[in-house]
């Protein structure tokens, strides 16, 4: 059974481009919200942009952690699509959203009574504290709809459409920075105002997948109820992925200790450093999500030998993409610096580490790739027992920098070594064992 009309090279080509560009462009919505956020507050002046910096932390820190959603969402119902069965694969992609709802309303009763103890923790003045409160507290009722925005991304994307979802993304985030002008501005409601946009347009964004979503049940005969199997299951599939989540977090969060450690300046340069990774990362997850949509179809039904194609693919686009951006990064790693801060002497700084980030471009872009792939054939536990496994080797790398405490560019350089090296190959490893043997290519739904 062939999941497409043709398996030539071209066709393979273009189904994988028709899924990650328009995926790229809905990814890159999120950070668009927070930058319009911040621009806007921003000319209200140095103390409501402060606030806006502590309420975005926890605000970032908690929807990292529910990104799950829509990764465990894509393969189960890029299965049951793939098996032939989308009135099927629509109500799993639903049963997803009513966790989410379910998730995000609690997450939105217990965050909004624990906004002044999380506000607090960060230890700000008085002024910049009220600021955080103001906006972490509104903000908070806007976490059900990101998170059901999650999961109606994730059955979209199962159904091998990302195109609807960076329609909704970018009306989205037009009518996010139209809200915020009005009410920030013109009704005068400072910071208040900027929260309160963006949760309007958050809520929005829900209303436009409730009716594009409404209308494939309709289509598919499929229910639009929640079943305690189908929420059940997706609870049990993103439990999984919450653990991977969760041991990125701490490998992000513990290198971001380590700098501070180092000093001011070492931290300023890996803020930039990771921030050029992080931009590289954006086309990498566009990729890993056409390989999460095509996997899941392809393993539904029953084409493990187009699964492999995929995989072969995607890991060729996703080496070859690393090695065209590790090129751009080393070629202006001189020159990255000043772009950020205006400082020859911090671009001097992070030079050294821009060039190691260079070199490991490659195998970030594999890592990336098979993390999809295996998000797609709903190979959760794995991958979480994975993440675990990867920080042994991390932890003491860094906790060696720590000890040491380099100065300078050569303490930047040795952190980017254990973050893009040591943490990165280890990544490289657990997943390549996996994809090497046929454990992970189980079929049907």
């Known amino acids: ?11 393979l080509n273009r189904s994988i481009l028709a899924l990650a560009v328009p995926a790229l462009g809905s990814l890159i919505a999120e950070p668009l919200f927070l930058i319009v956020d911040a621009a806007m507050v921003g000319h209200l002046g140095v103390t409501p942009l402060a606030g806006l910096g502590i309420a975005s932390a926890v605000l970032q820190t908690i929807v990292g952690l529910m990104v799950f ?3 465990s969402t894509t393969p189960a119902v890029a299965r049951r699509f793939g098996a032939g069965d989308p009135g099927r694969a629509v109500s799993v992609g639903i049963d997803g959203m009513w966790l989410a709802l379910g998730l995000g309303g609690v997450l939105a009763l217990g965050g909004s009574l624990l906004t002044p103890a999380l506000v607090g923790a960060f230890g700000a003045t008085d002024a910049v504290a009220e600021q955080a409160r103001i906006y972490l507290g509104i903000s908070m009722w806007g976490l059900p709809a990101m998170l059901v925005v999650f999961a109606a991304t994730g059955l979209l994307r199962g159904m091998q459409d990302t195109v609807t979802p960076l329609w909704i993304a970018g009306l989205g985030f037009a009518g996010n920075a139209l809200l915020n ?4 501005y013109g009704f005068g ?3 208040a105002g900027s929260a309160v946009g963006t949760v309007v347009a958050q809520w929005a964004m829900v209303g ?4 594009v979503i409404g209308r494939l049940a309709r289509r598919h005969a499929a229910s639009v109820r929640p079943r305690r199997e189908g929420v059940s299951g997706s609870a049990r599939s993103g439990g999984w992925l919450f653990v991977r989540t969760v041991s990125l977090r701490v490998a992000l969060l513990a290198t971001v200790a380590v700098a501070t450690g180092l000093g001011t300046e070492e931290l300023a340069g890996w803020q930039v450093a990771f921030t050029i990774f992080s931009a590289a990362a954006f086309a990498l997850d566009a990729l890993a999500i056409a390989a999460q949509a095509l996997i899941g179809k392809a393993l539904g039904a029953g084409d493990v030998p187009f699964a492999h194609r995929v995989l072969g693919r995607t890991l060729a686009w996703g080496a070859w993409f690393g090695v065209i951006v590790g090129g751009l990064i080393a070629a202006l790693s001189g020159v990255m610096g000043l772009l950020f801060t205006g400082d020859a002497a911090l671009a001097a700084l992070i030079q050294p580490a821009l060039l ?21 054939a709903g190979d959760v536990r794995y991958l979480a027992a994975a993440g675990v496994l990867t920080l042994a ?4 790398a860094l906790a060696l920098v720590a000890a040491l405490a380099p100065a300078g560019a050569v303490g930047l350089a040795w952190l980017g070594a254990a973050f893009f090296g040591v943490y990165m190959l280890a990544r490289l490893a657990t997943l390549g064992v996996r994809v090497r043997g046929q454990a992970w290519a189980i079929t049907g739904v």
């Open 189 to 191: 409601w400072g910071i």
């Open 1 to 11: 059974m062939s999941t497409s009309p043709s398996s030539s090279p071209t066709t």
């Open 356 to 376: 190691i980030l260079a070199l490991a471009q490659p195998i970030c872009g594999i890592v990336f790739v098979l993390d999809g792939v295996l998000i797609g």
């Open 181 to 184: 002008a009005l009410f920030i």
């Open 69 to 71: 959603l829509a990764y």
């Open 393 to 396: 080797p991390f932890l003491p």
């Open 208 to 211: 436009a997948y409730v009716v």
